[in-house]
């Protein structure tokens, strides 16, 4: 019988992601995030995660799709069979903002100005904190966390995410 051990050296995950809006004053984001890593004499990778969040007042309801772009660099420490370390990412988040009058059935109007919508891409980055570790032969969890910033409208605006993935090692 032979079995499988992780490649440190590789890593693919796919999971759910959460996270406060790039630029929704409230509520929370919600949606799946992937990455890739390779370690050799530098450690990188690339992520990307898609989410959503509507948050809803007396007159409109407004939907951000956020689709988070990132080259990370990597720091990690094997642990065991598995891995531990920090997630270093920057690159673009693009938005897309639809904003629907609420009522308007009621107000009358032919169409126009009860529905806006808008794309724009925002610089961002994350610190991450992960553990990542196999379960069955290459096949395991990922857990990581950490602060956010967005530059929206010309200021920084903090925040932070969360991920649990499954995780292999190929």
């Given at each position: 019988?032979?079995?499988?051990?992780a490649?440190?050296?590789?890593?693919?995950?796919?999971?759910?992601?959460?996270a406060?809006?790039a630029?929704?004053g409230?509520?929370?984001s919600?949606?799946v995030?992937?990455?890739?890593?390779?370690?050799?004499w530098?450690?990188?990778?690339?992520?990307?995660?898609?989410?959503?969040?509507?948050e809803?007042?007396t007159?409109?309801?407004?939907?951000?799709?956020e689709?988070?772009?990132?080259?990370?660099?990597?720091?990690?420490?094997s642990?065991?069979?598995?891995?531990?370390g920090?997630r270093?990412?920057?690159?673009?988040?693009?938005?897309?903002?639809s904003?629907?009058?609420?009522?308007?059935?009621?107000?009358?109007?032919?169409?126009?100005?009860l529905?806006?919508?808008t794309?724009a891409a925002l610089?961002?980055?994350e610190?991450?904190?992960?553990v990542?570790?196999?379960?069955v032969?290459?096949v395991?969890?990922?857990?990581?966390?950490g602060?956010?910033?967005?530059?929206f409208?010309?200021s920084?605006?903090?925040?932070w995410?969360?991920?649990?993935?499954?995780?292999?090692?190929?």
């Amino acid at each position: 019988m032979t079995t499988t051990t992780a490649d440190p050296q590789r890593r693919v995950d796919l999971g759910v992601f959460t996270a406060l809006p790039a630029a929704l004053g409230t509520g929370l984001s919600s949606g799946v995030g992937a990455g890739v890593l390779h370690a050799g004499w530098l450690t990188w990778g690339l992520r990307a995660s898609y989410a959503q969040a509507t948050e809803y007042t007396t007159t409109w309801a407004t939907t951000h799709r956020e689709f988070r772009l990132r080259a990370v660099g990597v720091l990690q420490r094997s642990l065991g069979r598995g891995a531990v370390g920090l997630r270093l990412g920057v690159g673009a988040t693009l938005l897309y903002e639809s904003r629907a009058r609420a009522q308007a059935a009621r107000l009358g109007d032919a169409g126009t100005g009860l529905d806006t919508s808008t794309w724009a891409a925002l610089p961002g980055g994350e610190l991450e904190a992960f553990v990542a570790l196999p379960i069955v032969g290459p096949v395991g969890l990922g857990l990581s966390g950490g602060p956010s910033l967005h530059v929206f409208q010309g200021s920084v605006t903090p925040g932070w995410l969360a991920q649990l993935t499954a995780v292999w090692w190929p």
